[in-house]
């Protein structure tokens, strides 16, 4: 397992900036105008001003915000994208169920509670609570309760209550989700962003080994004006994500940052804006949405983007984008009915549960290779320990994972943007399935090549142990028989005549 702290720099690093970069970003600044004002004095060539001049030629703006459309009222509206909420995923084993009983009835304790909280009382809280330690096969999300944040400035501002359930994952784990609801304040930064003009992002671009005081080794590069919208939209979304896993781990144990990786998230948005099978060509949405487009719903009039940029230390990541015929009443509800994130709910746990095994077993491969060609049995199986002490949860997980628990409600609604005879998102449901078992074989190769080879070494060990044991009962036989005197010597031998 990865020691280092999971930090925010790590999980969200698509635009991070480290001090060597923001010191390249000022010494090419210093380097390039001062060429450009002593252009006279150097003889500074055309192609050496092309160079530096490069990026300043680009004058791209983004593109504007559509405007919107309300069927109740049937007129054009200003545009709008809104949050609805974030769904964070976590798993819990089973047996750990008491202790997740405790921190949640301590995080109800130290949280005001939620309007919706009016309809459990303590004594149904507390019912709902002891429900869980006997069924888990319902096929859709218990909700326990919703509990306001009531701590935390930042959260008060923009993420006003979270909601938490439980879903049946496997015969041993249960799926946990978080819902963090988003505030209205939230959804007017995020707007505010959407409606803003953009100019072209530009970038220093240098190789790994340059450092930072060679700005003559450096380039200027630039790229769309919609990147430089979606990097405002990516940052403020992944600090509010942030900062609710953080105050989250102040009560609840989240299996996934113990393993060094930020939880798997579900993000949904409703919108005014019309979407249809073309919007994934539109400059707009590309400037705003995470990751690429994969799946479009006719029927609902709704768009699944999956982000494959993000970092190695996050969650697979999902987001749904619901252009339903717009009205403040029933898009709600219609987003609700169709539960979209929690169909994809155990793909996502699944998924990144497979991602840590792959990376622990990558990151174990130097151990267990200087453990197999080394010589020392006791070593292997302390390898061998560790490893499977580190993998003991996720590979637990895979063991016993079959994928009948996956269940998606209306699939048949939903087809590849790039092929519409197919369902991707039965696909990938397919695949998560097929690379668990994948998975487990892999897993299973590396313990069972650890037990072989300390049992080779154990074998061995024993042979060169009873060899050495031959040797040194025939050398205290010899030394007996020498040390006998002459007169016993031949009673001895008299004796052995007369048995035969």
Same mark, same amino acid.
């Given at each position: 397992?990865?020691?280092?702290?999971?930090?925010?720099?790590?999980?969200?690093?698509?635009?991070?900036?480290?001090?060597?970069?923001?010191?390249?970003?000022?010494?090419?600044l210093i380097?390039?105008?001062?060429?450009?004002?002593?252009?006279?004095?150097?003889?500074l060539? +055309?192609?050496k001003?092309?160079l530096?001049?490069?990026?300043?030629?680009? +004058?791209?703006?983004?593109?504007?915000?559509p405007? !919107?459309?309300?069927?109740?009222?049937?007129k054009?509206k200003?545009?709008?994208?809104?949050? $609805?909420?974030?769904?964070?995923?976590?798993?819990?084993? %089973?047996?750990?169920?008491d202790l997740?009983?405790?921190?949640?009835?301590?995080?109800?304790?130290? *949280?005001?509670?939620?309007?919706?909280? $009016?309809?459990?009382?303590? $004594?149904?809280?507390?019912?709902r609570?002891?429900?869980?330690?006997?069924?888990?096969?319902?096929?859709?999300?218990?909700?326990?309760?919703?509990?306001? @944040?009531?701590?935390?400035?930042?959260?008060?501002?923009?993420?006003?209550?979270?909601?938490?359930s439980?879903y049946?994952?496997?015969?041993?784990f249960?799926?946990?989700r978080?819902?963090?609801?988003?505030?209205?304040?939230?959804?007017?930064?995020?707007? +505010?962003i959407?409606?803003?003009?953009?100019?072209?992002? +530009?970038?220093?671009?240098?190789?790994?080994n340059?450092?930072?005081?060679?700005p003559?080794?450096?380039?200027?590069?630039?790229?769309?004006? !919609?990147?430089s919208?979606?990097?405002n939209?990516?940052?403020?979304?992944?600090e509010?994500k942030?900062?609710?896993?953080?105050?989250?781990r102040?009560? @609840?144990t989240?299996?996934?940052f113990?393993?060094?990786i930020?939880p798997?998230s579900f993000e949904?948005?409703?919108t005014?804006? #019309?979407?249809?099978?073309d919007?994934?060509l539109?400059?707009?949405?590309h400037?705003?949405?995470?990751?690429?487009? @994969?799946?479009?719903?006719?029927?609902?009039?709704?768009y699944?983007?999956?982000?494959?940029?993000?970092s190695?230390?996050?969650?697979?990541?999902?987001?749904?984008?619901?252009?339903?015929?717009y009205?403040?009443?029933?898009?709600? #509800?219609?987003?609700? %009915?169709?539960?979209?994130?929690d *169909?994809?709910?155990i793909?996502?746990?699944?998924?990144t549960?497979?991602?840590?095994?792959?990376?622990?077993?990558?990151?174990?491969?130097?151990?267990?290779s200087?453990?197999?060609?080394?010589? $020392?049995?006791?070593?292997?199986? %302390?390898?061998?320990?560790?490893?499977?002490?580190?993998?003991?949860?996720?590979?637990?997980?895979?063991?016993e994972?079959?994928?009948?628990?996956?269940?998606f409600k209306?699939?048949?609604?939903?087809k590849?943007?790039?092929?519409?005879?197919?369902?991707?998102?039965?696909?990938?449901?397919d695949s998560?399935?097929r690379?668990v078992?994948?998975t487990?074989?892999?897993?299973d190769?590396?313990?069972?090549?650890?037990?072989?080879?300390s049992?080779?070494r154990?074998?061995?060990?024993?042979? #060169?142990?009873?060899?050495?044991?031959?040797?040194?009962?025939?050398?205290?036989?010899?030394?007996?028989?020498?040390s006998i005197?002459?007169?016993?010597?031949? #009673?001895?031998?008299?004796?052995?005549? !007369?048995?035969?």
């Amino acid at each position: 397992m990865l020691k280092s702290k999971l930090t925010y720099n790590k999980v969200f690093d698509k635009y991070y900036e480290s001090l060597s970069d923001k010191l390249s970003n000022i010494t090419y600044l210093i380097y390039k105008y001062s060429y450009i004002k002593l252009e006279k004095f150097l003889s500074l060539s +055309k192609e050496k001003k092309d160079l530096l001049t490069f990026a300043d030629d680009f +004058k791209e703006t983004s593109v504007k915000m559509p405007s !919107g459309f309300d069927y109740i009222e049937n007129k054009t509206k200003e545009g709008f994208l809104n949050l $609805r909420y974030i769904d964070l995923f976590d798993y819990l084993p %089973k047996e750990n169920i008491d202790l997740f009983i405790k921190e949640l009835q301590k995080f109800d304790s130290k *949280n005001k509670k939620n309007f919706y909280g $009016r309809y459990f009382s303590e $004594r149904d809280k507390k019912e709902r609570l002891e429900y869980l330690k006997n069924c888990f096969d319902t096929p859709y999300f218990y909700r326990l309760m919703t509990i306001d @944040f009531s701590n935390n400035e930042y959260l008060e501002k923009y993420s006003p209550s979270v909601t938490i359930s439980l879903y049946n994952l496997s015969s041993t784990f249960v799926a946990v989700r978080y819902r963090i609801h988003i505030h209205d304040e939230f959804n007017k930064s995020l707007n +505010k962003i959407c409606k803003k003009e953009y100019g072209v992002n +530009k970038y220093i671009s240098r190789e790994f080994n340059v450092p930072w005081y060679k700005p003559n080794r450096f380039a200027e590069a630039c790229s769309n004006a !919609g990147e430089s919208r979606y990097k405002n939209i990516y940052n403020l979304i992944s600090e509010l994500k942030w900062k609710v896993l953080l105050e989250l781990r102040k009560f @609840f144990t989240i299996y996934f940052f113990e393993d060094k990786i930020f939880p798997p998230s579900f993000e949904t948005y409703f919108t005014n804006i #019309q979407l249809n099978e073309d919007s994934n060509l539109n400059s707009f949405w590309h400037s705003v949405t995470t990751g690429i487009f @994969f799946e479009y719903s006719k029927e609902h009039n709704i768009y699944l983007t999956s982000d494959y940029e993000k970092s190695s230390f996050e969650g697979t990541k999902i987001a749904e984008y619901h252009g339903e015929n717009y009205s403040e009443k029933n898009i709600l #509800q219609d987003i609700e %009915k169709n539960g979209i994130s929690d *169909n994809y709910a155990i793909y996502l746990v699944a998924s990144t549960l497979c991602n840590i095994l792959d990376r622990d077993i990558t990151f174990f491969n130097k151990n267990i290779s200087k453990a197999i060609r080394g010589r $020392r049995s006791n070593y292997i199986f %302390k390898v061998k320990l560790n490893i499977e002490k580190n993998i003991y949860y996720p590979n637990r997980f895979i063991s016993e994972f079959s994928g009948n628990t996956i269940i998606f409600k209306d699939l048949d609604s939903y087809k590849s943007i790039y092929n519409n005879d197919i369902s991707q998102t039965e696909q990938i449901f397919d695949s998560v399935v097929r690379r668990v078992k994948e998975t487990k074989k892999k897993v299973d190769i590396i313990i069972n090549m650890l037990s072989d080879a300390s049992e080779l070494r154990t074998n061995k060990l024993t042979i #060169q142990l009873q060899l050495l044991m031959m040797i040194v009962t025939l050398l205290s036989l010899i030394i007996a028989v020498f040390s006998i005197d002459n007169d016993n010597f031949k #009673q001895i031998i008299d004796l052995l005549k !007369g048995l035969f």
